[in-house]
C-alpha cells in the first residue's frame, strides 16, 4: 500500500438516539457518519452515512449532488423534499467543517 504525505481526512459523527415505549417499538439508534477529507485527491470532500440501529439506510458525497436511500422501505417512506431537506443540512455540515477546520490542515499535514 502506498503512503502519502497530504492532508489527513478528518471523521465528524453525529449521533443522534432514538427511543419510543409501546409494545412495537424499542430503543433504536440512528447514526450519522460524516467524512470530510481536505486536499486528498481521489477521495470525495464529504461524505455521508445514515445507520439505524445496524443498518444503513442512506449515503451522500459531494459527487452524487443528492442522497440516495439503501433501504427500500426507507425510499418508499420519505418524500423528495425531506431528501432535498437532508442534502441542504449536509451541505451546510459540509460549508461548517469547510470553514472552521482549515486553520487546522498545517498541523495535521505535519502530524502525517
Known amino acids: 500500500m502506498e503512503s502519502w504525505n ?6 465528524f459523527t453525529v449521533l443522534s438516539l432514538c427511543s419510543g415505549p409501546g409494545s412495537q417499538a424499542g ?23 445514515g445507520m439505524l440501529d445496524d443498518l ?7 459527487t452524487l449532488q443528492k442522497i440516495e436511500a439503501r433501504q427500500q422501505w426507507v ?4 418524500t423528495a423534499d425531506y431528501w ?5 443540512i449536509t ?10 477546520l ?6 495535521i499535514s505535519a502530524c502525517l
Open 6 to 11: 497530504g492532508p489527513a481526512s478528518l471523521l
Open 27 to 49: 430503543s433504536h439508534s440512528l447514526i450519522y457518519f460524516y467524512l470530510h477529507s481536505i486536499s486528498i485527491p481521489d477521495l470525495r470532500d464529504i461524505s455521508r452515512v
Open 56 to 62: 444503513q439506510i442512506d449515503y451522500y458525497d459531494n
Open 75 to 78: 425510499a418508499d417512506g420519505f
Open 84 to 88: 432535498n431537506h437532508q442534502k441542504e
Open 91 to 100: 451541505d451546510r455540515i459540509h460549508q461548517f467543517l469547510s470553514v472552521y
Open 102 to 107: 482549515k486553520p487546522f490542515t498545517p498541523l
